[in-house]
């Protein structure tokens, strides 16, 4: 019999019972509300005379709405009442049913994928879900970890179970040495603009070989992040030692007398050498440059050497008239050199790249330098406030600030623009977001997904430049 | 959940792929912690020409008449013709409680972004998923008859058209049958609560971390 991939573990592991329909029932360890997607589910519980399945499951915080500027004075200085609200209803709902929740005034509060792991909320082993695609993230330690509905987060608080289908395995295999100045947020673009941004779609995606097994955990969680942007709901890497090393004293990490146990458990989470994958696609590391999107879908992206394409040379009239149409959108001409492109705003952070080792990144290009006088707003939004704590006890704060960059409290600020960051009608942003689609990041906004390095370097000349072309300050 | 047996409605045809769900219902519409209102602000960006707020008056705001539900012919349209990877983009269940608060009943596309598929089947609207080609001839019997209605039999898994032309499509038992009956998923999983407690059990033995970590 062939070996198991990690997901057919992780998906064996969970199994409560096939139904004669041929539909699963998957327990659900880890599940994580915010403000945005969970209301209607409370909602629908009390109207059904419901009660949570299980308490201890839960972790809250709120990030899409909240300001990240000055917040002293808590939710009731929220200036937006609709999101005021909002926010208030996450804070009354986890108060009436026991749910620990990092409130907006907490040093804990962030960015849910940015706190799950960072509390040990998220273990190897264990499915995660939430409210947000982005979950995937939390695949980097080998959690089947993806993003569910409202519907369904009301179908977790209430049975904890999930009724799912087993989806079908994808290898995405990058072997090689990276280059240097080219990251994860690199690597996993360009295995977008390879696939395209249906290319996982039906697929739990793990990524392999070499490459990855190199990035550190937070490089694979920028990774698995995204893995959605192809059509994967579900992004996973093998358990090794530095997953297991990340979660040594972690809050809600098993304790002392547990820890030999869990970590036996978590050596077992790899893919076995005799795996059947569905498919295989094979990367080369060395291929891969800084890449910069010029569209408006995440797979219209390329290296930042090269140019914006043209629909003349599209391979089909619906890629020309794709093409055509991002242009317009995007105001870039056909064949610009990606250099030539002039940044309004830069926005570092959300939950791919507002990790420490972003800030670090970031922090490396500007450090000793100034942000361009053409670039209106330069924004450093940290994932959560431990990281931020982190960053000012390196400080990184000070050399941002000096370098003209404003140094912000965590949520997820200009990535979704819920809150009042955004930018202004037909201004270009340098961001190491996740989503370059129209009106992402505000209403006529356009946004160009890069690294942490990428950002802070266009953000210095105000346009792309090559970040393998600057000298570190560090 | 609302049942879905058969239904007969104009088709709009949206003639772009990757249609994301942040077109669908833009981001500052997503602050209300309802699940009902959101039909005016459908397709917000593309469907005005101006900037939507939250709970604004829609009535009076500037339309693109370019724009394919702005247009007479396509008035009151409860079926959406797309292109591939109709629903792509982030996991808000918005999308779909737009579409059918607008009046939408069903989708029909060559696919679809897993969440948002499996969003539309918990709020009663039906993504169909047709061939590629089949796609494209729907989409051109609407050039070429702007108006005109489908039929979409859920029971017998067939799209009709006018001229009696049948498309049929697959769908999930388990999903077909909570459609056609209107059936609360979390009930019909609270049936198997000895199940879960079961699991859980055997769980809490194999993996004791996984509990009472989080208080």
């Not at chain 1, 960072?118 to 695609?133: A, F, I, K, N, Y």
């Not at chain 1, 930042?304 to 043209?310: F, L, Y």
């Not at chain 1, 200009?414 to 270009?428: F, I, R, S, W």
């Not at chain 2, 009696?164 to 999983?189: A, M, P, Q």
């Amino acid at each position: 019999m062939a070996g198991k991939t990690l997901y057919d573990k992780l998906w064996d592991a969970h199994l409560v019972r096939q139904n004669e329909d041929g539909s699963s029932l998957i327990y659900i360890d880890r599940q994580i509300l915010h403000e945005v997607t969970s209301p209607q589910a409370f909602e629908g519980l009390r109207m059904a005379g419901r009660k949570p399945w299980r308490i201890d499951a839960n972790l809250a915080t709120p990030d899409h709405n909240v300001p990240t500027t000055e917040r002293a004075g808590g939710v009731d200085q929220i200036v937006d009442p609709v999101s005021r609200i909002q926010v208030k209803t996450l804070d009354e709902n986890c108060d009436e049913y026991g749910i620990v929740e990092f409130k907006m005034l907490d040093e804990r509060q962030g960015i849910v994928h940015v706190v799950g792991p960072e509390q040990g909320m998220t273990l190897p082993g264990s499915t995660v879900v939430c409210g947000d695609s982005h979950t995937s993230t939390h695949g980097a330690f080998g959690a089947l970890a993806h993003g569910i509905g409202t519907s369904e987060v009301e179908h977790v608080l209430a049975t904890q179970c999930l009724i799912a289908k087993k989806m079908k395995n994808l290898l995405i295999k990058v072997e090689g040495d990276l280059g240097v100045g080219v990251t994860a947020k690199d690597v996993v673009l360009h295995v977008i603009g390879v696939i395209g941004t249906a290319g996982g779609t039906g697929f739990a995606m793990e990524f392999g070989g070499s490459a990855i097994r190199s990035l550190s955990v937070e490089g694979r969680m920028t990774i698995c992040n995204m893995a959605i942007e192809a059509g994967a709901r579900v992004g996973l890497v093998a358990v090794d030692d530095k997953t297991i090393e990340y979660f040594k004293g972690r809050p809600f990490s098993p304790t002392a007398d547990q820890w030999e146990a869990a970590v036996a458990n978590w050596k077992n989470l790899v893919s076995d050498d005799d795996a059947q994958f569905d498919k295989v696609v094979e990367i080369n590391a060395a291929d891969i440059k800084p890449q910069v999107t010029w569209g408006t879908s995440p797979e219209m992206v390329v290296a930042v050497d090269g140019t914006v394409p043209n629909p003349a040379n599209a391979k089909d009239a619906d890629e020309a008239n794709s093409i055509t149409r991002a242009l317009e959108y995007m105001g870039l001409n056909a064949d610009q050199a990606i250099t030539d492109i002039k940044l309004d705003r830069v926005f570092i952070g959300s939950c791919t790249n507002s990790r420490i080792e972003d800030m670090r990144a970031a922090a490396a290009v500007v450090k000793g330098r100034k942000v361009a006088s053409t670039v209106k707003q330069a924004l450093v939004v940290p994932g959560s406030g431990l990281v931020k704590a982190q960053a000012e006890a390196e400080g990184l704060d000070k050399i941002f600030v000096e370098a003209g960059l404003e140094w912000r409290e965590p949520g997820c600020s200009m990535c979704l623009a819920m809150n009042p960051d955004k930018l202004g009608n037909g201004e270009h942003c340098a961001s190491t977001s996740n989503r370059n689609f129209e009106g992402r990041q505000g209403f006529g906004g356009r946004t160009h997904l890069v690294s942490p390095a990428m950002a802070a370097a266009a953000a210095i000349t105000g346009h792309f430049v090559d970040v393998r072309d600057f000298e570190l300050n560090s | 959940m609302k049942k879905f047996t058969t239904h007969t409605g104009v088709v709009a045809p949206l003639d772009r792929v990757n249609v994301d769900t942040d077109m669908i219902i833009p981001k500052q519409f997503l602050k209300s912690i309802k699940r009902s209102g959101f039909g005016p602000n459908l397709f917000d960006e593309l469907r005005y020409l101006d900037e939507g707020q939250p709970d604004q008056d829609c009535s009076g705001r500037p339309i693109n008449p370019d724009f394919v539900l702005n247009k007479p012919e396509y008035a009151g349209s409860s079926i959406l013709l797309a292109r591939n990877n109709f629903g792509c983009g982030s996991s808000r269940e918005h999308a779909p409680w737009a579409l059918d608060d607008y009046g939408f009943r069903a989708v029909i596309a060559p696919s679809y972004a897993d969440i948002f598929f499996n969003n539309c089947f918990k709020n009663g609207l039906l993504p169909i998923i047709l061939t590629e080609d089949e796609v494209e001839e729907l989409f051109q019997a609407v050039a070429a008859a702007p108006g005109m209605s489908l039929t979409v039999d859920l029971e017998n898994q067939k799209v009709v058209s006018p001229d009696g032309k049948e498309y049929s499509f697959e769908v999930d038992d388990f999903r077909k049958h909570c459609l056609l009956n209107g059936l609360d998923d979390i009930g019909l999983t609270l049936e198997h609560a000895d199940d879960i407690r079961a699991y859980e059990a055997k769980r809490r033995a194999e993996a004791p971390w996984l509990f009472d970590a989080i208080k």
